[in-house]
């Protein structure tokens, strides 16, 4: 369709915008990244009638436009064919990231200029329980002097807090069209495509140079509050931020969220197990036979399937484990969490635990935000460094990101790590635990003080309690299951061929002897601990399974074990942690994870192994780690002052 | 006086918000502005960030930014 004519849907964040764009568009919306950035936009297409004789555009089924094959119900919806007197228009509507002001200058708001710069069409959606500050940008979208239209967003919520706005004279005020809308119930959807179908210039008003003053003058003639009771999300609201409960509860539902995520998890993981035996076994099994021919082939693609039954942990083939390790396991993992974090993202929690978490996560040099990835990443890795892309700063996404993937196992590590460390008694849990808690300070710390970049101070909207629409959760989990199966899977795939190659070709033995020096001197391991290592790299718990048949004393277990975690982040993790750092600042991040790795495990090697060890690394670590992370963060202030 | 030496529930207008300040425009465009009338709604814990409502919305500001923002 030539020649469509762009609407941009702006607005401040948390104003309900993306639920007011799956209204205004079908299920077809493609996301993208903004070029040479990674911030995505989406965009979908809509329908709308122009007006001209007899049809209005706007349809309550009582339009008297029946003699004209007018069909209500289709028109209704903004979207049809209305063969009424009208022309049938097409527009590309996309969703401007949300941003409280246009500025060409700071970086996180510059993009939004840019896309509004591009647009035929304004829609400013605004949230009327807080009109005040969403009149901001509307004064500066207005400076653009482009078609723009009103969508009041959230009109219910603000009846029901006691704010009653005058809509006409709000429209008089500003000179454009204003429109009540509903992104929850579609209620003042069609009265906005009609309005975007008719789009005008805004009829030319002056405003005050100070924007305050203006809203102010704006605020007071059209606004009216009426006293009321506190409701009950608003006292939910005020328990999340409690000084004492906020904390509590903040810590109460992410063990909670974990506990679902593992559940649902390993019941999707133990179904799809069932699915892989049952259908994709004896495709293997046919391939197999096909390929028994050709060894090359069949070690990299289809690996060790001798046995009774295809192991698919340990075959290590890349239609066998590598097909299985993304679509059998990580993928039921990355549904769940997508499910409870989209949740969570709509009903507005996310920015609470970022603001109880800000002063511990202040102590790595980064915002409370952060939380949320490392979180995701206590279930699978790949979610959490696929969290970071919504970090505001390169910074916070480099330093996220690398202690990350070096201190926090996924569960799969966590439960061989915890069975096999266990096995020698429960204060060895207890050690790799402290290990990766000091490294996660003392590491964190040292980022946070030598990563260049501005050490940013939080200021976050709070948004108030809201419901989740489910036509989004759809649309969105849609959207981010397509974007792993499009953006990792062929990756580690790939990657695990590439592995295998290496293996084959006897490069990786090459590898072992070269390194094997590092492991028996600097770990103190037997050599034979390598391989270990090497199968690591594509799955870390099939890599304690190893370590077990190694004999190892337990305090080399425990050393090995940490050193596993902390070495390098599963395959899978690692491509998405290249695609989102790109190949400079993943290398960096390799060389600090395997110096991290080296120190921390040459400590470990050196510690005398007695009865008392672990019991004085624990309390010393954690003391050293708390001591030195404290006294890192007081090096750098946060820059306030230009 | 600034911002963070304020008591919670109490009303305030802003009277300073330095012109040096990097984030000035950031509290702007969130109704932190000189003139503006603000509420402490809740302090957190070990110098954790302020909950301020301005307007008919809540914002959190780290207790640095608020050092720096006065207030009468």
Not at chain 1, 28 to 57: E, F, L
Not at chain 1, 249 to 257: K, R
Not at chain 1, 278 to 299: C, M, N, R
Not at chain 1, 359 to 383: E, Q
């Amino acid at each position: 369709m030539e020649n469509m004519k762009k609407v941009l849907l702006t607005g401040n964040p948390n104003v309900g915008k993306s639920t007011l764009f799956s209204q205004l568009t079908g299920i077809s919306t493609i996301t993208s990244n903004y070029p040479g950035t990674t911030v995505t936009y989406t965009k979908g297409k809509m329908t709308a009638i122009k007006r001209s004789q007899g049809c209005t555009g706007v349809c309550d089924g009582n339009c008297g436009l029946e003699g004209l094959k007018h069909d209500h119900r289709r028109h209704r919806r903004g979207q049809a064919q209305c063969d009424a007197k009208g022309e049938l228009l097409h527009f590309e509507v996309i969703d401007v990231p949300g941003t409280y002001r246009l500025d060409p200058v700071a970086q996180s708001e510059r993009i939004a200029s840019l896309m509004v710069e591009t647009g035929d069409i304004i829609v400013n959606v605004l949230d009327c329980t807080n009109l005040e500050r969403n009149l901001f940008l509307t004064l500066q979208l207005l400076q653009y002097d482009k078609p723009l239209i009103i969508a009041l967003n959230m009109w219910d919520e603000a009846k029901h807090k006691g704010i009653h706005i005058d809509i006409k004279a709000l429209s008089d005020y500003l000179g454009v069209p204003v429109i009540a809308t509903n992104g929850l119930s579609g209620e003042g959807t069609y009265a906005l495509v009609n309005e975007i179908a008719n789009a005008k210039q805004p009829l030319p008003r002056t405003f005050h140079k100070n924007f305050w003053k203006e809203i102010g003058y704006i605020i007071n003639s059209v606004q009216n509050l009426s006293h009321r009771h506190h409701t009950l999300s608003e006292r939910i609201q005020d328990i999340s931020i409690h000084p004492f409960f906020g904390p509590v509860t903040a810590v109460i539902s992410l063990f909670l969220v974990f506990r679902t995520v593992l559940f649902l998890g390993e019941l999707l993981v133990g179904l799809m197990e069932k699915l892989f035996v049952s259908v994709y076994s004896p495709l293997i099994y046919k391939l197999s036979d096909v390929l028994s021919e050709y060894q090359f082939l069949h070690a990299v693609l289809i690996g060790d399937i001798s046995g009774a039954g295809i192991s698919y942990e340990t075959a290590m083939g890349a239609l066998t484990t590598g097909v299985f390790m993304t679509m059998g396991v990580v993928l039921p993992y990355i549904f769940v969490f997508y499910l409870i974090l989209g949740l969570l993202e709509d009903i507005g929690y996310l920015p609470r635990i970022a603001i109880i978490f800000d002063k511990l996560m202040h102590r790595v040099g980064i915002h409370g935000y952060s939380i949320i990835p490392m979180f995701l990443a206590l279930g699978c890795n790949v979610p959490g460094v696929m969290a970071i892309r919504n970090l505001e700063s390169r910074r916070e996404r480099f330093i996220t990101a690398v202690i990350l993937c070096t201190t926090i196992p996924c569960i799969a590590q966590s439960a061989v790590m915890l069975h096999a460390a266990g096995a020698h008694g429960t204060i060895y849990i207890f050690v790799i635990l402290a290990a990766l808690i000091s490294v996660w300070l003392i590491l964190g710390g040292i980022l946070g003080y030598f990563v260049k970049g501005e050490k940013t101070a939080l200021i976050m909207e709070i948004p108030p309690y809201r419901k989740p629409s489910a036509k989004v959760q759809v649309k969105r989990m849609g959207m981010r299951i397509t974007g792993f199966l499009k953006e990792a899977v062929p990756f580690v795939i790939i990657g695990i061929v590439v592995v295998n190659i290496a293996i084959y070709t006897g490069i990786m033995d090459k590898v072992a002897t070269f390194t094997s020096p590092v492991i028996s001197r600097i770990l103190g391991l037997p050599k034979e601990a390598i391989s270990s290592f090497l199968i690591g790299i594509v799955r870390k718990d099939a890599a304690v399974v190893l370590l077990e048949s190694l004999q190892l004393t337990p305090w080399q277990m425990v050393t090995a074990i940490t050193s596993l975690i902390l070495y390098f982040p599963c395959l899978a993790t690692f491509i998405i942690l290249f695609k989102e750092l790109k190949l400079k600042d993943t290398l960096k991040a390799v060389l600090i994870m395997s110096a991290t790795t080296l120190i921390v495990g040459f400590i470990m090697n050196i510690l005398p192994e007695t009865q008392v060890t672990p019991y004085i690394f624990v309390f010393a670590s954690i003391i050293f780690a708390i001591i030195v992370s404290g006294f890192l963060q007081k090096l750098k202030k946060v820059e306030l002052v230009k | 006086m600034r911002l963070n030496n304020g008591k919670k529930g109490n009303e305030y207008m802003v009277t300073l918000i330095p012109d040096e300040m990097t984030v000035k425009q950031k509290l702007l465009s969130l109704g932190i502005y000189e003139g503006a009338k603000i509420t402490i709604k809740q302090f957190l814990p070990g110098k954790g960030p302020l909950i301020i409502i301005a307007g008919t919305g809540e914002v959190a500001i780290s207790h640095e930014v608020a050092h720096l923002i006065e207030v009468e």
